[in-house]
T-cell receptor, first 113, second 113 residues
Framework: DTAVSQTPKYLVTQMGNDKSIKCEQNLGHDTMYWYKQDSKKFLKIMFSYNNKELIINETVPNRFSPKSPDKAHLNLHINSLELGDSAVYFCASSQLTGGTEAFFGQGTRLTVV | AQSVTQLGSHVSVSEGALVLLRCNYS??????LFWYVQYPNQGLQLLLKYTSAATLVKGINGFEAEFKKSETSFHLTKPSAHMSDAAEYFC???????????FGQGTRLTINP
């Protein structure tokens, strides 16, 4: 039973399109995240949500809009996709308290052509 | 600002040799430290974590790491490398109340037969 699952695993789309990535966790965690991994494997946080409320937005363009319908789900919608958005996007979850590790999904490889 | 630096973007060792992956952190408050492993086309898996208990931490797959406050380091070691250890390794840091992980740039570990 997958702890953090995200769909789709692969996403190829044209510039200018709008796309969504879905994420669900069944760990009962309070906090969920979106991370972006670039072509050099560098991981950077984009957003953090706690109990459906946005708590971190790391200067991500407005074209990226996360939505959390409940604390088990955090979706990422991207408008007007650009070539530079090509990356692997990871969803993760954890308990809010410090010192607890984050559990990651398998990633969504987004390719914008 | 808190940060993590991994020395060496690529480490290559022979099968059976010692693995040493270096991680140094910068922080003004006590950190929580983590090592994650990423196999090709997969998400991140926790190897081990330091949360201010024992300074020598044992993790999965025979890995361990030692927290050295005086050196601000948290290096990852394994006495004898296996071919299956070939992967990307990430050191990460978080802090009480920070609600996010900050990752190092990753080290790609290659195992030579």
């Amino acid at each position: 039973d997958t702890a953090v699952s995200q769909t789709p695993k692969y996403l190829v789309t044209q510039m200018g399109n709008d796309k969504s990535i879905k994420c669900e966790q069944n760990l009962g965690h309070d906090t969920m995240y979106w991370y972006k991994q670039d072509s050099k494997k560098f991981l950077k946080i984009m957003f953090s949500y706690n109990n459906k409320e946005l708590i971190i937005n790391e200067t991500v363009p407005n074209r990226f809009s996360p939505k959390s319908p409940d604390k088990a789900h955090l979706n990422l919608h991207i408008n007007s996709l650009e070539l530079g958005d090509s990356a692997v996007y990871f969803c993760a979850s954890s308990q809010l308290t410090g010192g607890t590790e984050a559990f990651f999904g398998q990633g969504t490889r987004l390719t914008v052509v | 600002a808190q940060s993590v630096t991994q020395l060496g973007s690529h480490v290559s060792v022979s099968e059976g040799a010692l693995v040493l992956l270096r991680c140094n952190y910068s922080s003004s408050v006590p950190p929580y430290l983590f090592w994650y492993v990423q196999y090709p086309n997969q998400g991140l898996q926790l190897l081990l974590k330091y949360t201010s208990a024992a300074t020598l931490v044992k993790g999965i797959n025979g890995f361990e790491a030692e927290f050295k406050k005086s050196e601000t380091s948290f290096h990852l070691t394994k006495p004898s490398a296996h071919m299956s250890d070939a992967a990307e390794y990430f050191c990460a840091v978080s802090f009480q109340g920070a609600q996010k992980l900050v990752f190092g740039q990753g080290t790609r570990l290659t195992i030579n037969p």
